[in-house]
C-alpha cells in the first residue's frame, strides 16, 4: 500500500511539472492570511445585499435561524474539506483542484466529471451575475444623475466587460492576494454604509411601511421559503476551497483554517448587520438588492445621496475582485490545455492564447448578463444546484471516507444527518428556484433595461 501510494504521488509530481495550469495559475506560493483574503473574496461579496430578500421569504424568526445554520454548517464543512486535503497531502498526494481530490477519494472518474460540471456553472453563473450587478450599479448611479439619460442597463454591462477584459490578464490566482485585500476592506466599507442608508431610511419620514408577514398562501410561502435557502447557500457557498488551499506554500496543513476563522470573522459582522438592517426598514418588500430599496425608481432616495453613492462605488470595485476569483477554474482550465510550461509565463507562445481565451471568457459570461438580467433568480438557482452539493454535501462524504470516524460516533451521524438535510434542501431548493425562473419570465425581456428581482 505504502509503495502504491508513493508511486500515485510520484506521477502526480511528474504530471504537475507538465501541467500550465498548476504552474501558472494555481501557483503555490501564499501565507495563510492569503488565503484569508481569497476566501472572503469568494464568500462575503454584494450577494449579502440580498439577504434582506432572503429573509423576506422566512420572516425574522426562521430567517435568523436559517441564516445562523447556513454559517455554521459552511465553516465546518470548509473545515472537514481543509483536513481532507491534508490529509491527501501527509500521505504524499497533494490535490489543488477540487475534481482531482473528489476523483481520488470515491476511485471513480465520473465523479472528476460531476465535480468539473458543476464547478463550471457555478463559476460561469457568479461570473454572469457579477457582471450583471457591476452594471446594474452604474445603471443606478447614471439613473438618478441622468433620469432621461440614453444609455440602458446592457450599455454599462458592456463597460463592466471591458474592463474586466483587462483585468482578467492577472496571471495568476496569487498575484489577486493585494486585491483581494482590498475586496476585504471594500466589503467592510460598504456593508457599514448600506448598514447605516438602512437605519436611516426606516427612520426617515419616508419610510415604506413595514410589512413583515409572509404569503397567505401555504405552498408559496413553502416555495419562497426554499428559493430563499438556495439564495443563501449561494451567497455562503464558494466551491473553490481547494483551489484557494492550492495557492498556500506547501505544507498547507493547518494554514487553511487560520484562513478560515479570518474569513468568518467579516461573515459575522457583515452578514447579520445587512440582513438586521435591510429587513427591518423594508420587510417583505425588500428588493434582491438592497441598494435599489435604498434609492427607489419613484420617489427621493431614502439615505444621504452621497452615502449611497459611495456604497454603490465600492460594490462596484469589489465585484471585479470577485469575477476575478471564481474565474480562476475557468482560467487553470483553458492554461492547462493551451499553454507550453517549458516557455515562459509571459512568452509571446503562452501570452496570445492567455489574452484570446480569457477574453472571449468574459464576453461569454457578458453577454449572458445583458441578455438575463434575473439577480435574485441567478441567485437561487447557483446556489440549489452547485452550491449546496460542493459545499454541504462533498465535505461531509469525503471526510467520512478518508478519516473513517466510527459509525457509531457523533461526527459520523453528524455529517450524515447534514447530507441528507441538505439533499433534500437542494432538490426543493433547485424545484423552487427553477419555480421563480419561470414565473419571472413572463415580465422579462431579453437585453432588458432592469434587473428584475
Known amino acids: 500500500m505504502e509503495e502504491t501510494q508513493k508511486h500515485r504521488a510520484f506521477q502526480e509530481e511528474k504530471?504537475?511539472?507538465?501541467?500550465?495550469?498548476?504552474?501558472?495559475?494555481?501557483?503555490?506560493?501564499?501565507?495563510?492570511?492569503?488565503?484569508?483574503?481569497?476566501?472572503?473574496?469568494?464568500?462575503?461579496?454584494?450577494?449579502?445585499?440580498?439577504?434582506?430578500?432572503?429573509?423576506?421569504?422566512?420572516?425574522?424568526?426562521?430567517?435568523?435561524?436559517i441564516l445562523t445554520v447556513m454559517g455554521l454548517v459552511t465553516f465546518y464543512s470548509y473545515y472537514l474539506m481543509s483536513k481532507v486535503l491534508d490529509h491527501c497531502e501527509y500521505h504524499g498526494r497533494r490535490h489543488v483542484r477540487f475534481r482531482e481530490l473528489a476523483a481520488?477519494?470515491?476511485?471513480?472518474?465520473?465523479?472528476?466529471?460531476?465535480?468539473?460540471?458543476?464547478?463550471?456553472?457555478?463559476?460561469?453563473?457568479?461570473?454572469?451575475?457579477?457582471?450583471?450587478?457591476?452594471?446594474?450599479?452604474?445603471?443606478?448611479?447614471?439613473?438618478?444623475?441622468?433620469?432621461?439619460?440614453?444609455?440602458?442597463?446592457?450599455d454599462f454591462i458592456a463597460m463592466v466587460t471591458v474592463v474586466m477584459i483587462f483585468l482578467s490578464q492577472f496571471p495568476s490566482f496569487h498575484s489577486?492576494?493585494?486585491?483581494?485585500?482590498g475586496s476585504l476592506l471594500l466589503s467592510l466599507a460598504y456593508t457599514s454604509l448600506v448598514v447605516g442608508a438602512c437605519v436611516h431610511a426606516g427612520l426617515s419620514k419616508n419610510a415604506p411601511p413595514k410589512d413583515y408577514s409572509l404569503d397567505p398562501s401555504k405552498s408559496t410561502r413553502t416555495f419562497n421559503a426554499f428559493a430563499s435557502i438556495s439564495i443563501l447557500a449561494a451567497i455562503f457557498g464558494n466551491g473553490i476551497l481547494p483551489e484557494i488551499q492550492a495557492t498556500l506554500a506547501p505544507p498547507a496543513t493547518g494554514k487553511m483554517v487560520k484562513g478560515l476563522l479570518m474569513c468568518y470573522t467579516v461573515v459575522i459582522f457583515t452578514f447579520y448587520s445587512s440582513s438586521i438592517s435591510g429587513y427591518w426598514a423594508f420587510g417583505n418588500k425588500a428588493s434582491s438588492n438592497i441598494l435599489k430599496s435604498l434609492i427607489p425608481d419613484n420617489g427621493p432616495s431614502l439615505a444621504p445621496t452621497w452615502v449611497l453613492g459611495l456604497a454603490v462605488c465600492f460594490v462596484l470595485l469589489q465585484l471585479f475582485a470577485i469575477c476575478l476569483v471564481y474565474s480562476q477554474v475557468a482560467y487553470e482550465i483553458m492554461e492547462k490545455k493551451s499553454a507550453d510550461v517549458n516557455q515562459g509565463m509571459f512568452s509571446k507562445r503562452n501570452l496570445i492564447p492567455r489574452l484570446l481565451l480569457r477574453s472571449l471568457y468574459i464576453m461569454f459570461c457578458g453577454f449572458f448578463a445583458a441578455m438575463l438580467?434575473?439577480?435574485?433568480?441567478?441567485?437561487?438557482?447557483?446556489?440549489?444546484?452547485?452550491?449546496?452539493p460542493l459545499d454541504f454535501i462533498l465535505p461531509m462524504l469525503l471526510y467520512n471516507m478518508t478519516h473513517k470516524p466510527a459509525r457509531t460516533s457523533f461526527t459520523f451521524w453528524l455529517n450524515v444527518s447534514i447530507m441528507v438535510v441538505f439533499t433534500g434542501a437542494g432538490l426543493l431548493g433547485t424545484f423552487s428556484s427553477v419555480r421563480s425562473l419561470v414565473l419571472?419570465?413572463?415580465?422579462?425581456?431579453?437585453?432588458?433595461?432592469?434587473?428584475?428581482?
Open 15 to 65: 504530471g504537475r511539472e507538465a501541467d500550465a495550469g498548476v504552474l501558472f495559475v494555481l501557483q503555490s506560493k501564499g501565507k495563510w492570511w492569503h488565503a484569508g483574503y481569497h476566501l472572503t473574496t469568494a464568500i462575503v461579496g454584494p450577494p449579502v445585499l440580498a439577504l434582506p430578500f432572503a429573509f423576506s421569504g422566512l420572516g425574522w424568526g426562521l430567517g435568523f435561524f
Open 104 to 154: 481520488d477519494v470515491f476511485g471513480s472518474g465520473w465523479m472528476f466529471y460531476f465535480v468539473i460540471i458543476i464547478q463550471t456553472a457555478i463559476n460561469t453563473g457568479v461570473g454572469i451575475a457579477a457582471i450583471l450587478l457591476a452594471g446594474d450599479c452604474i445603471e443606478i448611479v447614471y439613473s438618478k444623475v441622468y433620469p432621461d439619460g440614453p444609455l440602458k442597463l446592457y
Open 176 to 181: 489577486l492576494r493585494h486585491i483581494n485585500l
Open 373 to 388: 438580467p434575473f439577480f435574485g433568480d441567478i441567485n437561487g438557482v447557483v446556489g440549489a444546484i452547485g452550491f449546496i
Open 440 to 453: 419571472d419570465a413572463h415580465r422579462f425581456k431579453l437585453f432588458s433595461s432592469k434587473v428584475l428581482d
